[in-house]
């Protein structure tokens, strides 16, 4: 029954947007990306022996639906212990938050060098 192999195809598609998810807050030096990508191949593969349309469907989802889940995953990531410990303050502030010093003004013309 093709049918048997539509709910392991939809699982495999959930596990590649969690892994695309993962890979922001685990530093898995891209081996998480590689699995969701493999996870992706077997979800559409999968589709595939139920019906060449699904198959088209599960692509055009993960087309749309991956880069959704990775910015939402970039919101989330400030929120996060790892995300604080990674991230600086924001705008105007330095290293551990502290407010970043003016640029110095510099004397450009005591520092001729030509008359």
Sequence with gaps: MPFA??????????LAFALVAAELFVPSHGIL???AAVAA???????Y??????ALVFSMVLLV?????????IKI????????KVLLGGPG????????KPPSSSNW???RVWP
């Design 5 to 14: 192999t539509f709910l392991p195809a939809l699982l495999l598609l959930l």
């Design 93 to 100: 502030t330095g290293a551990k938050g502290f407010p970043r």
């Design 41 to 47: 191949i077997g979800s559409i593969w999968l589709a």
């Design 77 to 84: 990531y400030p929120t996060t212990a790892v995300g604080k």
């Design 65 to 73: 639906a991956t880069p959704v889940v990775f910015y939402y995953a």
């Design 109 to 111: 013309s005591a520092a």
């Design 33 to 35: 990306t590689a699995f």
């Design 49 to 54: 022996k139920v019906t060449p349309g699904l």
